[in-house]
């Protein structure tokens, strides 16, 4: 599975960004989808994420309102909706991919990562 990120930029807080994620190869294998971020300095952290078929979608706490995940299986594309941004949102945004598989009793976990794009708010 291969993700391209598109869609950063330098945006005035208060401003709106819309990322984009197209993902290729195995795609019929993929679980689900989700954008992380990570500030300098800090640790990669789970932004939201969307079940295959869309049925369930979860995000963190700092994005709830202002974030919204969606995603086109039929376009194998991954959308990220970003309103209200603040600076607190600058951060370089990855998409992610989960391909679970099983065997018997066990769960084998494989993540999928683009290369990430820069969003910055300005103040």
């Known amino acids: 599975v291969q993700l391209v990120e598109s869609g950063g930029g330098l945006v005035q807080a208060g401003g709106s960004l819309r990322l984009s994620c197209a993902a290729s190869g195995s795609t019929f294998t993929i679980s689900a989808m989700g954008w992380y971020r990570q500030a300098p300095g800090k640790q990669r952290e789970l932004v939201a994420n969307?079940?295959?078929?869309?049925?369930?979608?979860n995000y963190a706490d700092s994005v709830k309102g202002r974030f919204t995940i969606s995603r086109d299986s039929a376009k194998n594309m991954l959308y990220l909706q970003m309103k209200s941004l603040e600076p607190e949102d600058t951060a370089v945004y990855y998409c992610?991919?989960?391909?679970?598989?099983?065997?018997?009793?066990?769960?084998?976990?494989?993540?999928?990562w683009g290369q990430g794009t820069q969003v910055t708010v300005s103040t």
């Open positions: 969307i079940t295959s078929g869309s049925l369930v979608t």
């Open positions: 992610n991919a989960v391909r679970l598989r099983i065997f018997g009793l066990e769960i084998e976990r494989n993540d999928y």
